[in-house]
């Protein structure tokens, strides 16, 4: 079946730093892929998407890029901030029955100042 | 706007006991979906529905049951309560057509003891 793997956290940065939180994917067929964060206390949020092969999804200086070649979606951003510390999870979605979210299981980012 | 409200929002249960987790969205959704998230393995699928009257299970159905009586209304039922279900409940939905983003509600954090 569909299954997300996501690295593991935490990840502790430091203001301004680079992020990347890898993403890879097992799915047949040309799933649509995702990132949603979550903040503390909060419901999931959808963070970014992208839907075919080399498609980039962008929003609030994320990105990520689907990799069909590399079956991935892996997150960046250039230059984090204290408000980014939330979780992060990559998940992908079938076509069928219900369109059911696979989620993979999490990364923890803390940035501090 | 509501989006997706979840009631309520923590509960201690004693083993045995039963409870219902209530959720509503006022979007005309048709799709709602249950998850349990618990730490370290990301969220998983209890139960969904793809419009009133029709319900099916997901990844981990058993110990839980709901109903679909109306679009807005999507309720989870624990009937007999166990520490394995300890967890925080995530109640979504999502329209039909077009943009596969989910709305989620804030959760529900349930301890059994």
């Known amino acids: 079946g569909d299954s997300v793997t996501q690295m593991e956290g935490p990840v502790t940065l430091s203001e301004e730093a680079c992020l990347t939180i890898n993403c890879t994917y097992t799915a047949t067929g040309y799933p649509s892929l995702f990132w949603y964060v979550q903040y503390p206390g909060e419901g999931l949020q959808l963070l970014l998407k992208?839907?075919?092969?080399?498609d980039k999804g962008s929003n609030k200086g994320f990105e990520a890029t689907y990799r069909k070649e590399t079956t991935s979606f892996h997150l960046e951003k250039g230059s984090v901030q204290v408000s980014d510390s939330a979780v992060y999870f990559c998940a992908l979605l079938n076509t069928g029955t219900a369109s059911k979210l696979t989620f993979g299981t999490g990364t923890r980012l803390q940035v501090t100042l | 706007n509501a989006g997706v409200t979840q009631t309520p929002k923590f509960r201690i249960l004693k083993i045995g006991q039963s409870m219902t987790l209530q959720c509503t969205q006022d979007?005309?959704?048709?799709?709602m979906y249950w998850y349990r998230q618990d730490p370290g393995m990301g969220l998983k699928l209890i139960y969904y529905?793809?419009?009133?009257?029709?319900?099916d299970k997901g990844e981990v159905p058993n110990g839980y049951n709901v109903s679909r009586s109306t679009t807005e209304d999507f309720p989870l039922r624990l009937e007999l309560a166990a520490p394995s279900q300890t967890s925080v409940y995530f109640c979504a939905s999502r329209t039909q057509a077009g943009d596969y983003g989910y709305t989620f509600g804030s959760g529900t954090r349930l301890t059994v003891v």
């Open positions: 992208a839907t075919k092969a080399d």
């Open positions: 529905s793809v419009g009133a009257g029709i319900t």
């Open positions: 979007m005309n959704h048709n799709y």
